[in-house]
């Protein structure tokens, strides 16, 4: 066991539904293993301003249900720079912080390598809506995320189909179409359209609708995903070339708020407890993650070097069960 005192925790990157359970599992684990611990609100920004407060059970009470942070996150120019993390480092230290869980996306994984280069141990844990982590199946928050968009675009269906319309719905995802294509096959969209294949042939499009109408659809659904945007521009071409009218929805930032799903709750707390678990352990400059069935943990430039693409059996798929 390394010789472990205190814990941070922050949050950083976007907010994501199971942060706060995550949040939770680390105090309680930490105070469970007789260590103090430390909440760093605002991510790198916060931690460079030393806003930093003590947390006990109490501190993290009633939260597991909640979305967003509690400890709130942010975005740091000044922590990308070499002065900015040598600083972050010295506050960790000033501070008593031996052991930080920095809970976010791959960009504050790298801030959390950064630390570790300058001797605090750290550990990652990947929150964010996106799935877009490779070195996991899953990331805190897709889960209610997808669910948060698949049920809204369910309700745009109804209008849809009464109107015999299409609907073009933009979800988020940054560059990445994993909840594009999950609702895709859970709304039985008529076409997804996602960064890592869309070819940006619109004729196509027009086809499948022309097509579409002939075999007796009464509307026609697009999930598209925000890295290829443009969804009132694509709504007004559709409209015009295909006759058929068309309306865009922007589903936004209410996917990224809400109560968490059982599952977003489950595996934040057990990743949370994990983070700590391996800091008792010595751990440090490691990525927790779920992989094939089991927890796993990586080093971070491992894991920051790793890939990954949406599953091509599902993406073919979706589009054959669209007939
Ligand atoms: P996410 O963690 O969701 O990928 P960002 O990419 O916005 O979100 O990163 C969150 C924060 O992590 C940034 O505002 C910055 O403070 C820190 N960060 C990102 N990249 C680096 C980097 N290369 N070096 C140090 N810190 C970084
Ligand atoms: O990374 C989560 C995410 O919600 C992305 O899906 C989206 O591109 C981005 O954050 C939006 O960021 P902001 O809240 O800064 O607009």
Request: hydrophobic residues 35%; charged residues 25%; contains cysteine.
């Amino acid at each position: 066991m390394a010789n472990i005192k205190t814990i941070g925790v922050l949050t950083s990157g976007g907010d994501a539904p199971g942060m706060n359970a995550a949040i939770r599992a680390v105090v309680r684990t930490a105070l469970a293993n007789g260590l103090n611990v430390k909440g760093i609100r605002r991510g790198y920004s916060g931690l460079l301003e030393e806003d930093i407060i003590d947390m006990d059970a109490r501190s993290v009470s009633d939260i597991i249900q909640r979305g967003g942070t509690i400890l709130y996150t942010a975005r740091s120019k000044e922590f990308m720079t070499s002065e900015g993390q040598d600083k972050g480092a010295e506050i960790c230290r000033k501070h008593n912080i031996d052991g930080l869980v920095v809970i976010g996306g791959d960009g504050s994984f790298r801030g959390a390598g950064k630390l570790a280069e300058r001797g605090i141990n750290t550990v990652g844990v990947p929150g964010t809506i996106d799935l877009d982590i490779a070195c996991t199946d899953y990331t805190i928050g897709f889960d209610t995320a997808v669910n948060t968009a698949m049920e809204a675009i369910d309700k745009v269906r109804d209008t849809s189909t009464s109107h015999e319309r299409c609907s073009i719905i933009e979800v988020m995802g940054r560059n990445a179409g994993y909840i594009a294509l999950w609702c895709g096959i859970a709304n039985g969209a008529e076409d997804v359209l996602i960064t890592e294949r869309y070819d940006h042939d619109e004729q196509r499009i027009i086809d499948n609708i022309i097509e579409k109408r002939k075999i007796g659809k009464k509307h026609h659904i697009i999930v598209n995903a925000e890295g290829i945007g443009d969804s009132y521009g694509m709504a007004k071409r559709i409209e015009e070339a295909t006759g058929m009218e068309a309306r865009a929805t922007i589903i936004g930032h209410i996917q990224r708020g809400g109560s968490p799903t059982c599952t977003d709750r489950v595996y934040a707390s057990a990743m949370g407890a994990i983070a700590v678990d391996l800091l008792c352990q010595g751990a440090s400059n490691r990525v927790v993650g779920y992989r094939d069935g089991k927890y796993v943990d990586y080093d971070i430039q491992e894991a920051l070097s790793m890939t990954k693409d949406v599953d091509q059996y599902l993406y073919d798929m979706c589009r054959k069960l669209s007939r």
